[in-house]
């Protein structure tokens, strides 16, 4: 299973990157707008170019510094998805369980704190693996962990693009986790940098075409159905 989307929110993550990268920026520019900030931030998060003569704010020395903060606060930051860990433990009481994530080496802390890693079969993140989502070999480095076929390998996850095409390539079933904004905004960002990035995340997290992928609105749902035994997770 994923962990963003699935386990925690990623929002506050972002939501508070985006706003200590304004910050930051506007502080070595006093001409950066919120408007202009906000352009790029559409553009960062829809792959488009940043005009010639423009600044790249998202590619810029403030949002890596912004970047490093959010990293330091990362347990602070992260807000568990109403019910995910109760559903994480039952499930993995039941049967074997796996988290697969592009997450950064924090993500593993959180996971320890609230009692998950000790209940999976096996943690496998990007940061460590040396190969991300999309990619199918990390979620192929679960299947060998594990020591199982794809089929036999339930993938959860709430993104089409890193989590269902990933499976479908290996030939696992999935079943997709739909979005809720459930989460608290962090403290002081900007109410047009929270609009601006609901609507793009919405776009990112947008349910597969297929109507074939099974849809639950929570991993607490998924582990009351039925659809959870259709293999490991």
């Not at 962990?3 to 920026?25: H, K, M, N, S």
Request: charged share 20%; hydrophobic share 50%.
């Amino acid at each position: 299973m994923d962990v963003g989307g699935v386990i925690y929110y990623d929002e506050p993550f972002e939501l508070a990157w985006l706003q200590g990268t304004f910050d930051l920026a506007v502080t070595a520019d006093p001409s950066v707008t919120l408007r202009h900030f906000i352009d790029d931030t559409e553009r960062f998060y829809l792959g488009g170019k940043v005009p010639a003569g423009r600044p790249d704010i998202l590619g810029s020395a403030a949002a890596d510094e912004s970047w490093v903060r959010i990293l330091r606060a990362w347990g602070e930051l992260a807000q568990e998805i109403p019910g995910a860990i109760a559903a994480t433990k039952a499930l993995a009481r039941e049967i074997p369980t796996a988290v697969v994530a592009n997450q950064p080496p924090e993500c593993a802390g959180v996971l320890a704190a609230w009692g998950l890693t000790a209940v999976l079969e096996t943690v496998v993140l990007d940061c460590f693996e040396g190969v991300a989502k999309p990619d199918p070999r990390l979620l192929g480095i679960a299947l060998d962990r594990l020591g199982l076929s794809p089929a036999d390998l339930l993938v959860v996850g709430n993104r089409a693009d890193h989590d269902v095409a990933p499976a479908r390539a290996l030939g696992c079933p999935a079943v997709f986790v739909l979005p809720e904004d459930g989460y608290r905004v962090p403290p002081g960002v900007h109410p047009d940098i929270v609009r601006a990035y609901r609507a793009l995340r919405a776009v990112r997290t947008a349910p597969p075409v297929d109507d074939d992928v099974p849809r639950v609105a929570s991993l607490a749902e998924l582990a009351a159905s039925p659809l959870a035994r259709l293999g490991a997770l």
